[in-house]
């Protein structure tokens, strides 16, 4: 099956930056999209920023300049570089995949554990 596993989440000051791995594993055949998801405390879970397999991101507002956002297709793998992080910021992070597998060989939706990214002084 497939599984994603996320890394790099920690704690940082803010203005500070921290990069965040998600690595997809199983019989991956083509990934459609790969990106970051978070809930801060109390609140929904949001978008972060997406991106294609050929390269093309999609990011929100409130990160938009701050957060970059990079896929390696060939280790099935997301990064999400975060810089000039907010206290706001602080969440759990967590990647989302669209991929086709030999499990399942048509666009399907999967989601990692969560990483915890926490901004404090």
């Known amino acids: 099956q497939v599984r994603l596993v996320e890394s790099g989440g920690g704690l940082v000051q803010p203005g500070g930056s921290l990069t965040l791995s998600c690595a997809a594993s199983?019989?991956?055949?083509?990934?459609?999209?790969m990106g970051w998801y978070r809930q801060p405390p109390g609140k929904q879970r949001e978008l972060v920023a997406v991106i294609t397999s050929s390269g093309n991101p999609n990011y929100a507002d409130s990160v938009k300049g701050r957060f970059t956002i990079s896929i390696d297709n060939a280790k099935n793998t997301v990064y999400l570089q975060m810089s000039s992080l907010k206290f706001e910021d602080t969440s759990v992070y967590y990647c989302?995949?669209?991929?086709?597998?030999?499990?399942?060989?048509?666009?399907?939706?999967?989601w990692g554990q969560g990483t915890q990214v926490t901004v404090s002084s």
């Open positions: 989302n995949a669209n991929v086709r597998s030999g499990q399942r060989p048509y666009p399907y939706q999967y």
């Open positions: 199983g019989t991956i055949l083509s990934i459609n999209v």
